[in-house]
Structure formats: structure tokens, C-alpha cells
């Protein structure tokens, strides 16, 4: 991957309004078999506020995105933005973008780190007997994909085709429309009466 940093400035920040200190980093990253996309990164030293979003540079179109994890699948390149939603059923996880989701480049064993950090926060909120027995299984599942032990299924939906696995053995489909319907776009709306 190359990156190549555009633009880095000092801005006021978005969570705590302190002027002068937040800074605000865009790189253009350069990915083999994709393209290229735009990455920002916003770190406040004064509150500990960061946020970092992705943007493809190349339009895509609303797709789902399936492959299989496995040992020999953990370092293949992945790209989620901040409208995707990430699952992988066997295990029971899924985020779905809300308006703190960030868009990132990773590989399919930082998506299972990224997962890793999710689950224990859970545990450490839930402390109820089957969320607690649940998250467990999640966590030993996730562990033991991250050894290169098992096989599981990591889906990503993007309604805006921004997000991609870059895989020749990723199965790339259309979003049926009952389920496009039903994604979370991460934007806020408001409901009708
Ligand atoms: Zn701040």
C-alpha cells in the first residue's frame, strides 16, 4: 500500500470545540487490484476525540460482499466505509454504521481485532449471564479465526458501493432490494407521523 499525506491541518474540534489543538490528517491511499482512497483522520489531543473516515476515490455500486475467512484469507485487504455494515453470521457479530462508525482500511485479521475490542467491551457492559455466555462464544470464535483455525463468512453490505474486499475469490453480489431497504446508512432521518 503507498500513502501519500495531501493535506494536514490544525482545525477546531468537532466534540470538544477547543480551537488550535485538533488535527486533521487526509491521506490518499494507493490500493493494489482496487484504487485509490481518500482517508482522514481526526485526533484532538485535548479531549482524546479521533474519528477516521474513508472515501473510495472510485465509484463503485451498492454491492454485498462475501468471502470466507480463513488461514489463508487473514491477509487480504479490506476496505469499509462508513456506510457499511460488517457481519459474520457463524461468529454473531454485525456493526452496522451509526453516526460514530468509521470508515477504514484494514485486512480481514484487523476486521477480527476490530471485532475482538467490540466483544469485550460488551462483556464488560452486560454483565448478565447469557450476554456474557454469548459474547464468550463470540470471543473464542473470533481467537480461534485469528489462529487460522475454522472457517466462518465475513459479509459486507454497502448501499453506497464504497466499501470492497479485494479478493479474487470474494463473491460479489447486488443488494437484494428487501435488504437494501433495511440497511442503516449511518445517517440520521427523521420519522414520519
Ligand atoms: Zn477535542
Known sequence: MNEDTINEMIIKCPACAVEGVAKSIMKEIEIPHFGKVMETTIQCPSCGFKHS????LEQNDPAKYVLEINKNNLSIRVVRSQS????IPEVGVKVEPGPKSEGYVTNVEGVLTRFESAVKKALNLFEDEESQ????????????????NGTATLIILDPFGQSNIVSEN???MEIPEDELHDLKTGFSHIEEN
Request: charged share 35%; net charge positive.
Open 53 to 56: 473516515d474513508i472515501i473510495a
Open 84 to 87: 457499511a455494515t460488517v457481519m
Open 133 to 148: 455466555k454469548n459474547g464468550k462464544e463470540s470471543l473464542n470464535k473470533i481467537q480461534e479465526l485469528k489462529k487460522g
Open 170 to 172: 470474494v463473491e460479489i
